[in-house]
């Protein structure tokens, strides 16, 4: 389950994945599978070749890749790995809000 994260942000990851650029959405999420997380990041782009770079270059295997019939496909950035990715993206303020 999904909350914490507005329309507007979520048009505006959408805007940016279109344009094929890598997006990050952090939002609150609850799943049974992983109780330790309170929230995951979404990393996505329409570019499926570009992502799977920008993933290797983080130490993500582009097997991960949730591909999404949509567009929107990303990878799914949780727990330390989710806020070293954060960190070295300069997203601070996604540490923060979310208190990571």
Same mark, same amino acid.
């Given at each position: ?6 329309? &507007?942000?979520?048009?505006?990851? $959408?805007?940016?994945?279109? $344009? +094929?650029?890598? =997006?990050?959405?952090? @939002? ?7 109780? %330790?997380?309170? /929230?995951? /990041?979404? =990393? ?5 070749? *570009?992502? =799977?770079?920008?993933?290797? =270059? %983080?130490?993500?295997? $582009?097997?991960?890749?949730?591909? &999404?019939?949509?567009?929107?496909? @990303?990878?799914?950035?949780? +727990?330390?790995?989710? *806020? ?5 993206? +300069?997203? @601070?303020? %996604?540490?923060?809000?979310? &208190?990571?």
């Amino acid at each position: 389950m999904a909350f914490g994260v507005d329309k &507007r942000e979520l048009a505006e990851w $959408k805007r940016q994945i279109d $344009k +094929g650029n890598i =997006a990050f959405l952090t @939002h609150y999420w609850l799943d049974d599978r992983f109780p %330790h997380c309170r /929230t995951v /990041t979404k =990393a996505g782009c329409r570019d499926l070749d *570009k992502l =799977a770079c920008w993933g290797e =270059a %983080h130490g993500l295997q $582009k097997e991960w890749i949730d591909r &999404r019939k949509d567009g929107y496909s @990303h990878f799914d950035l949780l +727990g330390d790995r989710q *806020k070293e990715i954060l960190e070295k993206e +300069g997203l @601070h303020s %996604h540490i923060k809000k979310f &208190r990571l």
